[in-house]
């Protein structure tokens, strides 16, 4: 069976009997090395062998680019996947094309799923952050956070992430005053949404209180430091010490 992302591409085979081509022309087989490449791309990428996940995604790459000017949407899956692989290898000058190059194709398609262009634009806003430029990465953000609203609702727990670090790149770009409101949406969403012990209530309490120290609110900022503090210990001793995988700063959601 197909992954289920390819359900938008309405693949559907040829009318004639026999036909081992799809409707945009592309063979099955292709279609079916393509899909394992790439998924054998991602199980890499989740165990930390970003060396074998490059050389899938590029496999998979390979497959579908003789049928690009038929339809890119395959190939921009594949380049936005690859540039995930070179920002976690700091290959920042690979990443940024490829991710580009995926965004401006799918932004041309009006059916690709609102969570696949979120997906391209966070990518390479973390592209942008991981050199530092911050004013080219917050408009990819604020458009990748508008578009979570839009598919997930306001208060949704995913939006967190997005909030926490588009209230970095504000406030690194000096607009100290829209961070904090933007760090204190993320904060009373995970509240309402997640468990007290939960990892991401401690990361964005931290990245909060890092700028409270900005604003020379020291109080405040130990309060969240402390509240940080405790949220690490209780996980760590309710998993016996096992250390869950942390999001850090830079990372993909």
Known sequence: MLHPCLLHLTLVVAALPGSLKTADGIPI???TNWQLDNDAGWRAYYRGDLTRAEERFKSAIELVSPYQKADPRLLARSYCDLAQVFLGQSRYDQAEP???????VREKYPRIPIETIYQNLYVLAQI????????????LLRRALVLQEKSLGREHAALATTLDDLAWVVAETGKLAEAELLYKRALAICT???QPDDLDIAIISEH???????????TEAEWLEAR???IRSD?????????PVERTRGSTP
């Open 208 to 218: 909060y209180a890092l700028l409270l120290r900005r604003l020379n609110r020291l």
């Open 228 to 230: 940080a503090k405790t």
């Open 29 to 31: 087989d292709s279609m």
């Open 98 to 104: 490829l991710a580009k190059w995926a965004l401006k």
């Open 128 to 139: 942008h952050c991981a050199q530092r430029r911050f004013p080219e990465a917050e408009p």
């Open 192 to 194: 309402k949404k997640l």
């Open 235 to 243: 996980a760590a001793a309710a998993a016996n010490r096992v250390v």
